[in-house]
C-alpha cells in the first residue's frame, strides 16, 4: 500500500471497542478542554458566526447547529463558524509533534456532520480519534519543513484531520477514505504572514481547513477520487509543501500501536503554545523570588533556535492587534509579569505603557543546546541580582486529566455567556460523549435565552 492508502485503511478500520480506554478518555478531556475554551470565546467570533447565519442557512433543517448560538446552518457553515469560534482565543490543544492545532480543524467539522447525521457519541469518538491519528501521523516531522517555508502547519495538515474524521463518521470505504485524504491534501493551504504583519488571518485559516476537509470527504462519499500517492507523488503534498518527499514511504506504519492523541496538549493562557512553557516558569520563578516590574532591569528568553525563529515569536511592537500579542514573546512574558497571569483581554494592551516598556528590556536568544519546547529564563534586577530558571517540557507537560481540565473550565465561566450551572451541565455532558447523542453535545453548549433558531 501507499501511505495514502495505509492512513485510510487505518481510519476504516478502527473501531470503538478496539480503543483502549485511555485514548477514549483523552479524547474525552480533549474534546472537554476545545469546547469551553470556544464557548469562553464566544465574544471575540461574532464574524464567523454572523457569515454563517448569512451564507450558510439551511432550509431543509438538515444542517449542523452553530454553538453557542444554537442557529442550524449547512454543515459547512457551521465546521467553519464553529472552528473560527473554538480557535478565537487561541488556547485550543496543540499536537507540538506536528505543529497543529487539531481540535480546532478536526472537531468542528466532524461535530457538525454528526449533529446533522444524528449520529451517537459512540461514532463521534471513533471518528474524531481516527481524525487526530491521521493528521498526527502525516504531520509529525513535516510539519517543521513545511513552517520553514512559510507555511501554517494548522492549515496545511488541519483538512487532513477534519477529512479522515468525517469520512470515518460516513463509514466509507479505504479507498474512499483515501480519496477524502488526497482531496483534503490538495485543498490545504495557509502562511505564517499573519503572525508577521500582526493581522487577523489566524482565526479564521483553521475555519477554512475545517471546511475544507469537511467538504473532500463529502465528495469522496459520493465517488469523487484523487491520486492514490497524493501524499508522496512526485508532484503530491510533501514535495509541494515540504520540498522533500524522502521519507515518505514509512508515514502511518505506526498507526493503532502508537495513539499519538496522547500527545495532545492543552493551554493554561490565551496565548501561543511556544509562549505556554515561558511564561509559566517565569510565574514560577517570581513565585518563589517576587519581583515587581519596575525592578526588572532586563529579562533573556533562551529557546531553541526553530522556536526563536517561528514567525511573531519574537517581536517588540508596536502591537495593533492580538495576532501579534499573543505570538510575542515579550509580550506575553511582560504581561504575565505585571499582571500575574494572561486573561483573553490582556492581549489588547497595546498601549499600556507599563507593558511597552516591559517589552523592550526583553530579549529572545536562540540556544542550540536547548531541548525542543525548552526555555531558559534569565532576569536581572536593577539591584544586580540575577535568578535563572530553565524548564523542559515533558509527556506531562499541560497535558491534564480530567479533573485539572474540568477545574480550569469552571474558571472559565466567567469569561463565556454560560452561568456556573450551565457550564457543569456542559462538562458533564462532555464527559459522558461516548454514551450520549451528539445533539446532547451541541445542545448543552446553546445559551437558553432564545437565540436557538
Known amino acids: ?53 448569512a451564507t450558510g442557512p439551511d432550509a431543509a433543517g438538515g444542517g449542523g447547529r452553530l454553538l453557542v448560538d444554537g442557529t442550524r446552518v449547512t454543515v459547512e457553515a457551521a465546521a467553519f463558524a ?32 454528526a449533529d446533522s447525521l444524528d449520529s451517537d457519541g459512540r461514532a463521534f469518538v471513533t471518528a474524531m480519534v481516527a481524525g487526530y491519528e491521521a493528521v498526527a501521523a502525516i504531520g509529525e516531522g513535516w510539519a517543521a519543513r513545511a513552517t520553514s517555508r512559510g507555511l501554517r502547519a494548522t492549515g496545511v495538515f488541519g483538512p487532513i484531520g477534519a477529512a479522515t474524521a ?84 514509512n508515514v502511518g506504519e505506526q ?18 503554545a511556544l509562549n505556554q512553557l515561558p511564561v509559566s516558569t517565569l510565574l514560577d520563578l517570581l513565585a518563589a523570588s517576587p519581583t515587581p516590574p519596575d525592578d526588572v532591569e532586563h529579562i533573556a528568553l533562551a529557546l531553541p533556535p526553530g522556536d526563536a525563529a517561528y514567525p511573531g515569536i519574537d517581536a517588540k511592537g508596536p502591537f495593533t492587534d492580538v495576532g501579534a500579542t499573543l505570538m510575542s514573546a515579550q509580550y506575553c512574558l511582560a504581561v504575565g509579569l505585571i499582571r500575574g497571569g494572561i486573561g483573553l483581554d490582556d492581549l489588547t494592551a497595546f498601549d499600556d505603557a507599563a507593558v511597552t516598556d516591559l517589552v523592550q528590556r526583553i530579549d529572545v536568544v536562540p540556544d542550540a543546546d536547548l531541548p525542543r519546547g525548552g526555555c531558559r529564563l534569565t532576569v536581572r534586577t536593577r539591584s544586580g541580582a540575577v535568578r535563572e530558571r530553565e524548564a523542559t517540557p515533558t509527556a506531562e507537560t499541560f497535558n491534564w486529566g480530567r479533573d485539572e481540565t474540568a477545574s480550569r473550565a469552571r474558571r472559565l465561566a466567567a469569561e463565556s455567556p454560560l452561568d456556573g450551572e450551565q457550564m457543569e451541565r456542559l462538562i458533564d455532558t462532555i464527559l459522558r460523549v461516548d454514551l450520549l447523542p451528539v445533539a446532547d453535545l451541541v445542545a448543552a453548549t446553546v445559551v437558553p435565552d432564545g437565540t436557538e433558531r
Open 255 to 272: 498507526l493503532g500501536t502508537e495513539w499519538r492523541i496522547g500527545a495532545v496538549t492543552y493551554k493554561p493562557f490565551p496565548i501561543c
Open 1 to 53: 500500500m501507499t501511505p495514502t492508502q495505509r492512513v485510510a485503511q487505518f481510519v476504516a478500520s478502527v473501531k470503538f471497542d478496539d480503543l483502549p480506554e485511555h485514548v477514549v478518555e483523552k479524547a474525552r478531556v480533549t474534546l472537554l478542554h476545545d469546547i469551553t475554551v470556544g464557548v469562553a470565546g464566544f465574544r471575540k467570533a461574532s464574524v464567523p458566526m454572523e457569515l454563517a447565519r
Open 82 to 113: 464553529n472552528a473560527a469560534l473554538i480557535h478565537a482565543r487561541t488556547q485550543d490543544d496543540t499536537y507540538l509533534p506536528g505543529l497543529t492545532h487539531v481540535g480546532c480543524t478536526a472537531l468542528p467539522a466532524v461535530l457538525s456532520l
Open 166 to 249: 468525517c469520512a470515518r463518521l460516513l463509514e466509507c470505504d479505504p479507498q474512499q477514505i483515501a480519496s477524502a485524504l488526497g482531496l483534503a491534501a490538495g485543498f490545504a493551504g495557509g502562511t505564517n504572514q499573519t503572525w508577521v504583519a500582526g493581522t487577523q488571518e489566524w482565526q479564521y485559516q483553521p475555519g477554512i481547513a475545517s471546511r475544507n476537509g469537511l467538504t473532500a470527504a463529502l465528495l469522496a462519499a459520493r465517488g469523487v477520487t484523487s491520486a492514490p500517492d497524493a501524499l508522496e507523488g512526485a508532484a503530491g503534498f510533501y514535495r509541494s509543501y515540504t520540498g522533500d518527499p524522502d521519507g515518505a514511504e
